[in-house]
C-alpha cells in the first residue's frame, strides 16, 4: 500500500503545487466537518430532501461543506477525521520535502482508523444523529457480531493492537526480565550458557566442589563469574583470491578530461541557410525533372544531411550523378549523395555547413557512451552527422587502416585513438609500439615510455624511426607473437581474453611460464615511407601480424598519406576490414581505401569516413591539439613507473644454440663470402647481408654472430651497424687461414 500512495513527479514545481491543492482540500473538510457539529439539524433536512439554492445552507463552507461533511461523517463517524490528517501529512511532505514524515506512515494511520472503528462499533454510541463509528462501521460490527459476537471482535481488536504495539514498537520476549515475577531465583545455582559471537568463543573454567562445599553454599554469598573472552586466531580466506595484474601499480591514476581544452560544442542551427539549401536542392531535382515527396535535414557539427524521397519512378541513378550539380549550385565543396541510405527507404545529401563546429576531444570523452563502454581497447574517434559519439572496440575490428592527404586531420586522428585507450586503460593492460619515420609526429608519447611503450631491449630511443629497426621490432612482434600462441597452448585457451581470466584466477602456474598478457597497439605512422624503403621486408611481417596476431591480443593501427595500390597492397588491405579515409586528392585513392569513391569529396579539417566492411559511416574526427596531448603525457610521466619498462623479445638471441663457443667451431657455408663482403663494404650489418647475399634474417643473423666471435666485427650496438674490425682484404685472408688451421 506504501507503495501505491508514492507519486512521482517530473519536477519541483509540481510537487509544491499538488501539496498546496492537498493543503486546501485537507483545511475544507477541517472546517467543514467542525461546522457540521454545529448545523446538522438545519443541513440534514436540506440534503436529504434535494439540492435547493434557494435555500442557503448554514455550513460555514454553504453547500459543498455541508454535502462532503455529511457524506464523510454518516459513512465514517468521527474516523473522518483520519482522512484530514493523510491530507494534511502528505501536503506538508511534499511542500517542505520532509523526511522524516514516510509513506509507511499513512498506513499505519489506515490500520488504525479500520481498528478504532470497530471499537467504536462494539459500544454503540451516537453522536449527533449518527453512529459514531458511521455506517461502514456499523455494518461491518453487525456482520461480525453474528459470526463470533461482541466478545469474539473484543478478541480481535485486543490481537490486533498488541500485534501492532509489538510490530511497531519492535517488543521481543527478550526485554522481559523473568526475574522480577521471582526473588527467589536469584538465589538459584544460575544455568550457565556458552554465549556466540563472531570471531570470538567465551572460555569458563568451573572447579569441582564436593559434598561439603554444596552443603555450605547457602551460608555465603556467591561471587560473580568473570568470564574470559578469548579471540580466535584471524583465519585468511582469500588464499585463493585472484590475481591483480594492477598490484605494482595500485595507486595510478587514470588521466582527468580536465586537463583537455573546452569548446563550445553547441551546433548552431541556422534556418535561413537551411531554407536555402532546400530551396536549391529542389530546384535542381525538379529541372532534372525529379519529383520528391518528403524532405527533412538532420544537422551535425560540419554537415548537414538532407534526406529525401523520390516520387515513385524515379531512378536512383539519376540523382547519384547530380552531387557535381548540387555541389555547383550551392557552391559548396564537400557535397555527397548516399542513395539509397542504408536501412531507409530515402536519398541522402550531405551538405557542408556554412559554419562548422569544434568536435572537441573533452566532449568525446565526457559522453555516457565512452564513459559506461565495456570494450576492451575503447576508441572515440568522433561524432556522427546526428552529433552521436562514436565509440567502437578494437578488439574487435581487429586492425585499422587510415588514410588522408596532408593537413586532413589523420595525425590528430591517431592522437585521439592513442588518447582515448589511454584514459580507459591502465598501464598492466596495453602497451604501444610506436613507429613514425617522420620522427616528429609521434615524439610526444616519450614521456610514458616507462609506462605504456614496448621495444626492443637494445633500442635507446622509444619511438622507432629508423628502417632498420622497424624490421627488427615487426619480427620480434612476430616472435613475440609465436611466444604467446604457445602460452595459449599450454593453457588451453583460444584467445588472450581467456588467458588472462584464467592467470587472474590463479589456475596458471607462473612458474611454467605463464604471466599476464598485455595489449599490444603497433602504431604506424607514414607507412608509405616504409614500404618504399624496405618493401617486402615490411609486408612480410606485418601480413602475418595481421592475420594471426588477433587473437593473441596484437592490433595494428597503420596511417598513410597516399593509398595507392603498391602501398597498400591486396595482402594487407584483405587484413584490415576496417578502414578510415579523410580527405583524399583523387577518386582513385578512395577507391583504394574504401573501395567506392568518396573520400574525395570530404571538406577536411576532420572530416572523415569509416568503412566497417558493410556500413560506410561519414563523422567528424574529435580535435585534439598538441598542447592537450603533451598535459596527458605529463600527467602520466609524473607518476610511479614500472622498475624495468616492457621488452619485446630479443632477436638476435633466438638462436643462440646455433652459436659457437669457440672460433674453431663449424662455420656457415657462406660465411666467408659473408666476411669478404662485409670487409670490402666496410659495413657490419646484417640487413646488408640480407640483401646482398639474399639470406633470410636469421641466417644473416647467425652469420655476423660468427664475424663476431672470430673478431671481424665488433660487437652489436643497438640499431647502428657493427665495427669492422679488419680492414684490408689481406688480412681478412691471413686470418681465414689461422682459423682453418685449427
Given amino acids: 500500500m506504501a507503495k501505491q500512495l508514492k507519486i512521482n513527479f517530473r519536477n519541483k514545481q509540481s510537487k509544491i503545487i499538488f501539496g498546496f491543492l492537498l493543503l486546501t482540500i485537507s483545511l475544507f473538510l477541517l472546517f467543514s466537518f467542525n461546522s457540521f457539529w454545529f448545523n446538522w439539524k438545519a443541513d440534514d433536512d436540506i440534503i436529504i430532501s434535494g439540492w435547493d439554492f434557494a435555500t442557503k445552507a448554514n455550513n460555514i463552507l454553504g453547500w459543498i461543506g455541508a454535502y462532503v461533511s455529511y ?83 473484543i478478541f480481535i481488536l485486543t490481537s490486533w493492537l498488541i500485534i501492532w504495539l509489538i510490530i511497531n514498537f519492535q517488543i521481543s520476549y527478550l526485554n522481559f526480565n523473568l526475574s522480577l515475577f521471582s526473588k527467589e531465583k536469584k538465589s538459584i545455582q544460575k544455568k550457565i550458557n556458552p554465549i556466540k559471537e563472531n570471531h570470538t568463543t567465551e572460555q569458563i573454567n568451573l572447579a569441582k566442589n564436593d ?61 535561413k541557410e537551411l531554407e536555402e539549401n532546400k530551396k536549391i536542392i529542389i530546384e535542381t531535382l525538379l529541372h532534372f525533372k525529379i519529383e520528391i515527396t518528403a524532405m527533412n535535414a538532420e544537422v551535425g557539427p560540419t554537415i548537414t544531411l538532407y534526406e529525401i524521397v523520390p516520387k515513385e519512378g524515379i531512378k536512383i541513378s539519376k540523382i547519384k550523378n547530380l552531387e557535381d550539380d548540387i555541389a555547383l549550385r550551392i557552391k559548396a565543396t564537400g557535397v555527397r549523395i548516399i542513395a539509397p541510405l542504408p536501412g531507409k527507404g530515402t536519398v541522402g545529401i550531405e551538405v557542408p555547413n556554412q559554419k562548422a563546429s569544434i568536435v572537441s576531444m573533452r566532449s568525446v570523452l565526457a559522453s555516457e557512451k565512452y564513459q559506461k563502454s565495456k570494450f576492451e581497447l575503447p576508441i572515440a574517434i568522433g561524432k556522427t552527422i546526428s552529433n552521436e559519439t562514436y565509440v567502437t572496440d578494437l578488439t574487435k575490428m581487429p586492425h585499422l587502416l587510415m588514410a588522408g592527404a596532408t593537413g586532413q586531420g589523420k595525425s590528430v586522428g591517431l592522437n585521439a585513438i592513442i588518447c582515448s585507450i589511454l584514459f580507459k586503460k591502465h598501464p598492466t593492460e596495453v602497451k604501444f609500439v610506436l613507429i613514425d619515420p617522420k620522427k616528429v609526429e609521434l615524439t610526444l608519447y616519450n614521456k610514458i615510455e616507462k609506462h605504456f611503450l614496448a621495444k626492443l631491449p637494445n633500442n635507446e630511443d622509444a619511438i622507432i624511426t629508423n628502417t632498420k629497426e622497424v624490421i627488427t621490432t615487426l619480427k620480434a612482434l612476430c616472435l613475440e607473437m609465436d611466444n604467446r600462441y604457445d602460452l595459449l597452448k599450454l593453457a588451453s585457451v583460444r584467445n588472450i581474453t581467456e588467458y588472462n581470466q584464467k592467470f587472474i584466477s590463479r589456475k596458471l602456474n607462473p612458474k611454467n611460464g605463464h604471466k599476464y ?54 595482402t594487407i588491405k584483405a587484413n584490415f576490414p576496417v578502414r578510415i579515409a579523410f580527405r583524399v586528392s583523387q577518386g582513385i585513392d578512395s577507391k583504394t581505401i574504401l573501395d567506392t569513391s568518396g573520400a574525395n569529396q570530404l571538406i577536411g579539417r576532420g572530416d572523415m569516413l569509416i568503412s566497417t566492411g558493410n ?19 605529463s600527467f602520466i610521466e609524473d607518476q610511479k613507473v614500472y622498475p624495468k619498462r616492457y621488452d619485446l623479445p630479443e632477436i638476435s638471441n633466438e638462436n643462440n644454440t646455433n652459436s659457437y663457443s669457440n672460433k674453431g667451431g663449424e662455420k656457415d657455408e657462406f660465411f666467408e663470402d659473408a666476411a669478404k663482403l662485409v670487409v670490402l663494404q666496410q659495413q657490419g650489418s646484417t640487413s646488408m647481408l640480407q640483401r646482398k647475399m639474399k639470406l633470410g634474417y636469421n641466417r644473416a643473423g647467425r652469420i655476423m654472430d660468427e664475424l663476431e666471435m672470430v673478431g671481424i666485427v665488433g660487437k652489436s650496438d643497438g640499431s647502428r651497424s657493427r665495427q669492422v674490425l679488419i680492414k684490408t682484404e689481406d688480412e681478412l685472408i691471413e686470418l681465414l687461414n689461422k682459423i682453418k688451421d685449427e
Avoid at 461523517?73 to 511534499?94: P, V
Avoid at 453522536?127 to 461482541?150: A, K, T
Avoid at 624496405?534 to 609486408?539: D, F, L, N
Wanted: hydrophobic fraction near 45%.
Fill in 71 to 153: 457524506f464523510f461523517i454518516s459513512n465514517l463517524g468521527i474516523s473522518a477525521y483520519s482522512i484530514i490528517i493523510i491530507l494534511f501529512s502528505l501536503s506538508i511532505k511534499l511542500i517542505f520535502k520532509l523526511k522524516f514524515i514516510y509513506y509507511n506512515f499513512f498506513r499505519k494511520i489506515i490500520l488504525f482508523t479500520l481498528w478504532f472503528i470497530l471499537l467504536l462499533g462494539i459500544f454503540n454510541l451516537k453522536i449527533g444523529p449518527y453512529n459514531s463509528c458511521g455506517i461502514i462501521g456499523l455494518n461491518i460490527n453487525e456482520n461480525l457480531s453474528l459470526l463470533i459476537g461482541n466478545i469474539g471482535i
Fill in 211 to 271: 559434598n561439603k562445599h554444596e552443603k555450605t553454599k547457602s551460608n555465603f554469598n556467591e561471587p560473580e563469574l568473570e568470564i574470559k573472552k578469548i579471540k580466535d586466531e584471524k583465519i585468511i580466506n582469500n588464499l585463493n583470491s585472484n590475481f591483480d595484474p594492477r598490484l605494482e601499480l595500485q595507486n595510478y591514476i587514470f588521466p582527468s578530461i580536465e586537463v583537455l581544452n573546452e569548446y563550445d560544442n553547441e551546433i548552431i542551427v541556422n534556418k
Fill in 517 to 570: 598478457l598485455p595489449y599490444i597497439i603497433l602504431v604506424i605512422d607514414e607507412f608509405a615511407d616504409l614500404i618504399m624503403t624496405a618493401g617486402k621486408e615490411i609486408e612480410i611481417p606485418l601480413a602475418r601480424l595481421a592475420q594471426l596476431a588477433r587473437a593473441i591480443g596484437i592490433h595494428l593501427i597503420i596511417a598513410t598519406q597516399r593509398p595507392t595500390t603498391n602501398i597498400i597492397t591486396g
Fill in 615 to 633: 556500413d560506410l559511416l561519414r563523422l567528424q574526427c574529435a580535435f585534439i591539439d598538441t598542447p592537450e596531448v603533451e598535459k596527458i603525457m
